[in-house]
């Protein structure tokens, strides 16, 4: 890793680990685990991703997970805990939002979903059956307005608009 974040800092890439569940990989599965390879890796341009859908699994708190990621924190993903959209399922969003703007959060957040059967992605996450009852670009089109709509709302709580 120090090899690959030496080449990637040379073509001013930052590069993130993402921590995952237990049941889908091995290496970083909670925040404390990230932040103690990061450390190790000891390299200004590797960085934390977060993802909320994993996070749901495997930390005890959402809060205390991002705090614990706070000075590696490089990237967030966005997902419910039934891989759909955020506020489709019962992950609170408030909480995660709130804890962002406690640590003075400014990168990304990336809303991650994987609704639909079919292809390697959908394989690679087993999704074996459409999470969403109708799949139509339409359909899906205006999940991602409604989702950008509750999104903003959250960050506007926040005071991170």
């Known amino acids: 890793m120090k090899e690959i974040a030496k080449t990637a800092e040379g073509y001013g890439v930052t590069y993130c680990v993402e921590v995952v569940n237990r049941f889908e990989g091995c290496v970083l599965n909670t925040a404390k685990e990230a932040v103690d390879y990061v450390k190790k890796v000891d390299a200004p341009n590797v960085g934390i991703l977060l993802d909320t859908y994993h996070m749901n ?3 005890d708190s959402f809060t205390e997970a991002i705090h614990t990621a706070a000075p590696y924190l490089k990237g967030m993903h966005f997902g419910d805990n039934n891989r759909r959209c955020p506020g489709s399922g019962h992950i609170n969003f408030d909480e995660i939002v709130g804890a962002l ?7 990304q957040i990336v809303t991650e979903l994987f609704v639909q059967a079919g292809g390697e992605v959908a394989r690679d ?7 969403e009852d109708d799949v139509s670009e339409a359909s899906l089109d205006q999940k991602a307005r409604d989702l950008l709509t509750y999104e903003r709302d959250l960050l506007n ?5």
């Open 57 to 59: 699994i495997e930390e």
């Open 125 to 131: 996450c087993f999704v074996w059956r459409n999470l």
């Open 157 to 161: 709580r926040h005071n991170m608009a």
């Open 101 to 107: 703007a406690d640590i003075g959060y400014k990168e």
